[in-house]
């Protein structure tokens, strides 16, 4: 472990350092995700308003908002930029000098995505987080609970997990196609609805619902934020943990299996 942690820690030390000298992409990146969480706030607040119920499929306002805040906060500390990395490893030629390095290319990447998350961890989550539990209890009165926090952590680590395989298995697609943007452009899109960041999944029709919570989306933002927030029952949260659990090791070995047949298609010109 000694030997592992001392090969891939300079990597994730790297993504930290290379985060100090472009700081203000990361502050444009949070005033754009805040903007977007405002906005969901007022919509849910016109709806509520004009809504004949207190209670829309589970959900009060304050519960919403809650919602909203958490799953912003979630999508937000596991985000990383893995996919754009092979991308540009690929189009730029780094990835030979990647591939004759004695180290896991996997492995590099899954340290560099530390370095993300500790990133999100430190700048945007926890001040983001504090500053909403703060008001939270000034205005309602409301005290994060100690067991859903536990389990929210546990739950958040899988999710982590999964966008990262995601984002390799994407990334590893600049080994089949020449123009990957519009390709990763599409899956943010498809991942912003399917995760539930934008709408709660209990808000799609039963049958819907029923297909989306066994898919590896719904573990990104909506499985842990429910978690949160108490919404899951012992029972559903025992199977959501599951079906994450279980999608972090079909994803873990779909992406072996994908750069095995990937790197066979890999040609290099020039040296």
Not at 68 to 74: D, R
Not at 75 to 94: A, F, T
Not at 211 to 221: D, R, S
Request: overall charge positive; charged content about 10%; some cysteine.
């Amino acid at each position: 472990m000694k030997k592992l942690l001392r090969t891939y820690l300079p990597f994730t030390k790297a993504v930290m350092q290379g985060f100090m000298a472009y700081r203000m992409n990361f502050y444009v990146y949070i005033l754009g995700e805040l903007f977007q969480t405002v906005v969901l706030i007022y919509i849910w607040f016109a709806i509520f308003s004009s809504a004949t119920s207190e209670v829309i499929q589970g959900f009060t306002f304050k519960q919403m908002v809650g919602y909203v805040v958490m799953s912003t906060l979630t999508s937000m500390l596991i985000g990383n930029e893995v996919h754009w990395d092979i991308s540009q490893d690929v189009k730029s030629g780094r990835i030979a000098t990647n591939l004759i390095k004695p180290v896991n290319y996997q492995l590099l990447k899954f340290f560099n995505c530390i370095g993300n998350i500790g990133i999100n961890l430190t700048f945007l989550f926890l001040p983001l987080w504090g500053g909403y539990t703060i008001f939270d209890f000034i205005s309602n009165g409301v005290i994060p609970n100690i067991t859903n926090g536990l389990l929210y952590l546990v739950s958040v680590s899988l999710s982590a997990l999964i966008l990262f395989y995601i984002n390799y298995l994407f990334g590893l697609a600049a080994f089949f196609i020449e123009y990957v943007f519009g390709f990763i452009f599409a899956k943010e899109a498809i991942l912003k609805l399917l995760s539930g960041q934008l709408i709660p999944l209990t808000f799609f029709p039963k049958g819907l619902f029923n297909v989306f919570k066994f898919l590896p989306f719904a573990g990104l933002v909506y499985t842990p934020t429910m978690i949160y927030l108490g919404k899951f029952s012992e029972e559903d949260l025992l199977f959501n943990l599951g079906v994450q659990a279980v999608w972090v090791l079909l994803l873990m070995a779909l992406t072996q299996l994908v750069w095995r047949k990937a790197i066979k298609r890999l040609t290099i010109l020039g040296g």
